[in-house]
């Protein structure tokens, strides 16, 4: 039985019944933690409050060593953190390998970033008096992390947040709490002081809710659905707290006539079906130019029919179960309503033959499905790609902005004008020329539209997690 994480230690609650952790390739239960209500929510916030005092109160440098220290010993133990993780989300070993040395790597990043977290100097406001700019923690942070990328997208907030000195309360999904849970545990004992980083287990509405409108949280830094986004921002709204807020996506890939085809292809592949397709990053939408349409289908065509869909722990599978029935039968309506729309199936548009147990669905091409379907205008997450014909640039920036969402997009073209006036003109906070979907933690990363606001990564996360103050020097003479 896996225990919340609070000052330091692994805490017993009792009292608010217990959340069963499913492993989606089995549907066996893998352990159980705590829905944590108000009052465990509160010893996490104020044991996080009081650590602040110490952690703000040394040296940045020394925070960054803390930190990295800490990063060190989590890759060290990855070989039993990524089986767990495999267990409680379906993705393939390999994928939860790499997921965690995301998470060190950004942890890194923020380390190193110890020596650059500046404020500034004003001089000769008047005469005698110059201004100084100081840049402060904010406090107490809660972080709420969705499933799909459990360590990853908590790396994007902890990092951050703890070298500009806060401390933090993290929410996992109430599906995917025990790697984050672990975690917690192996960077107190590798030497992050007790109370800087918390975790609590539970729902949305119960545990992440009480998070949000607990007074001391001074931030609420947030990944997951444009719906729950919305909620969370009123709430936050309601108390004048920051948010951060890394919302839903429908991300367009364009493929030009001049396109490197194969290339193209395979970024769709992996763009689309990394993770079973459930990356808010994920290519989501294709549009191709009619010239070449033929010729790129059939080279992903050919990838798709490839991937070998199966449990995340057995050797070679690339394609792992979705992380829930609900997801499943989500994604299955959205594909029949495109079917429905007129839409070809070029690939799968089916659950795989002779897998009783488990969410697994096929990776799924959709050719030509109405520009009004489900597919079109809502978010796919899951292993299915709509592919588009347009005739020319114009068509391909005018389709990609359709969306309600704005996160990421790519294009594939060998002409420079073109791909930048596509970098200039689609509303999205990342544009790929020429390239896989890699998040990188030198360049901010965030929504525009209904995929949020604030960034995430960069220097830039800095400044979502302090405050700047105005200091007026007057000389007494
Ligand atoms: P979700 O919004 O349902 O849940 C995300 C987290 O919020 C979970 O921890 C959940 O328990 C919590 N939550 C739910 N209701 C809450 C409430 N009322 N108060 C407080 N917390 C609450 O999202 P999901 O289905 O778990 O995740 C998938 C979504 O996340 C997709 O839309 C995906 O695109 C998005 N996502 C975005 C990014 C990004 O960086 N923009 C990255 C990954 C995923």
């Given at each position: 039985?896996?225990?919340?994480?609070?000052?330091?230690?692994?805490?017993?609650?009792?009292?608010?019944?217990?959340?069963?952790?499913?492993?989606?390739?089995?549907?066996?239960?893998?352990?159980?933690?705590?829905?944590?209500?108000?009052?465990?929510?509160?010893?996490?916030?104020?044991?996080?409050?009081?650590?602040?005092?110490?952690?703000?109160?040394?040296?940045?440098?020394?925070?960054?060593?803390?930190?990295?220290?800490?990063?060190?010993?989590?890759?060290?133990?990855?070989?039993?953190?990524?089986?767990?993780?495999?267990?409680?989300?379906?993705?393939?070993?390999?994928?939860?390998?790499?997921?965690?040395?995301?998470?060190?790597?950004?942890?890194?990043?923020?380390?190193?970033?110890?020596?650059?977290?500046?404020?500034?100097?004003?001089?000769?406001?008047?005469?005698?008096?110059?201004?100084?700019?100081?840049?402060?923690?904010?406090?107490?942070?809660?972080?709420?992390?969705?499933?799909?990328?459990?360590?990853?997208?908590?790396?994007?907030?902890?990092?951050?947040?703890?070298?500009?000195?806060n401390a933090v309360v993290a929410k996992p999904a109430e599906t995917t709490p025990l790697t984050t849970l672990r975690i917690a545990g192996i960077m107190h004992e590798a030497g992050l002081p007790a109370g800087v980083f918390n975790v609590v287990t539970g729902d949305g509405p119960t545990t992440g809710q009480a998070l949000v409108e607990h007074p001391l949280v001074r931030k609420v830094a947030f990944t997951g659905s444009t719906p729950v986004g919305r909620k969370l921002a009123a709430l936050a709204a309601g108390e004048l707290k920051r948010a951060t807020l890394e919302l839903g996506g429908s991300d367009p890939m364009i493929v030009c006539d001049d396109a490197d085809l194969d290339r193209a292809a395979s970024a769709a592949s992996v763009g689309r079906f990394f993770n079973c397709g459930q990356a808010c990053l994920a290519v989501k939408r294709l549009y191709v130019f009619e010239s070449v349409a033929e010729e790129l289908v059939e080279k992903l065509v050919g990838k798709v029919k490839k991937l070998r869909v199966g449990p995340g722990t057995e050797e070679g599978v690339m394609i792992g179960p979705l992380h829930t029935p609900r997801q499943r039968e989500l994604v299955e309506g959205q594909v029949e309503d495109a079917v429905s729309s007129g839409a070809e199936v070029l690939a799968g548009g089916k659950r795989p033959d002779g897998r009783e147990k488990g969410n697994f669905y096929e990776p799924t091409l959709l050719l030509e499905p109405s520009h009004d379907s489900r597919v079109a205008m809502e978010e796919v997450f899951g292993p299915a790609l709509p592919i588009w014909k347009v005739?020319?640039?114009?068509?391909?920036?005018?389709?990609?902005?359709?969306?309600?969402?704005?996160?990421?997009?790519?294009?594939?073209?060998?002409?420079?004008?073109?791909?930048?006036?596509?970098?200039?003109?689609?509303?999205?906070?990342?544009?790929?020329?020429?390239?896989?979907?890699?998040?990188?933690?030198?360049?901010?990363?965030?929504?525009?539209?209904?995929?949020?606001?604030?960034?995430?990564?960069?220097?830039?996360?800095?400044?979502?997690?302090?405050?700047?103050?105005?200091?007026v020097v007057r000389r007494s003479s």
């Open positions: 039985m896996a225990e919340p994480f609070v000052g330091g230690e692994y805490v017993e609650v009792t009292g608010m019944g217990r959340i069963s952790v499913v492993d989606p390739a089995s549907g066996e239960e893998v352990d159980t933690v705590p829905l944590c209500g108000d009052e465990e929510v509160d010893r996490a916030v104020e044991s996080a409050r009081e650590a602040l005092a110490g952690w703000q109160g040394m040296p940045a440098s020394r925070r960054g060593e803390i930190l990295a220290e800490a990063a060190r010993a989590v890759m060290e133990r990855r070989d039993e953190l990524a089986p767990l993780l495999t267990a409680e989300q379906g993705k393939p070993l390999r994928e939860a390998r790499i997921e965690i040395r995301r998470f060190v790597l950004t942890l890194e990043h923020y380390a190193g970033l110890a020596k650059n977290i500046r404020g500034g100097y004003v001089p000769d406001l008047d005469e005698g008096a110059y201004g100084m700019i100081l840049r402060r923690p904010l406090g107490v942070v809660g972080a709420i992390v969705p499933w799909n990328f459990p360590t990853t997208l908590l790396g994007n907030k902890l990092g951050p947040a703890l070298i500009t000195g005739s020319d640039l114009d068509e391909a920036i005018e389709r990609a902005n359709s969306s309600v969402y704005g996160l990421g997009s790519s294009i594939w073209t060998r002409d420079l004008d073109r791909a930048t006036e596509a970098a200039e003109r689609i509303e999205a906070g990342y544009t790929w020329i020429n390239s896989p979907q890699i998040v990188y933690d030198e360049l901010p990363f965030g929504g525009w539209k209904q995929s949020g606001y604030g960034k995430e990564h960069g220097i830039e996360a800095l400044e979502y997690y302090t405050e700047t103050k105005s200091v």
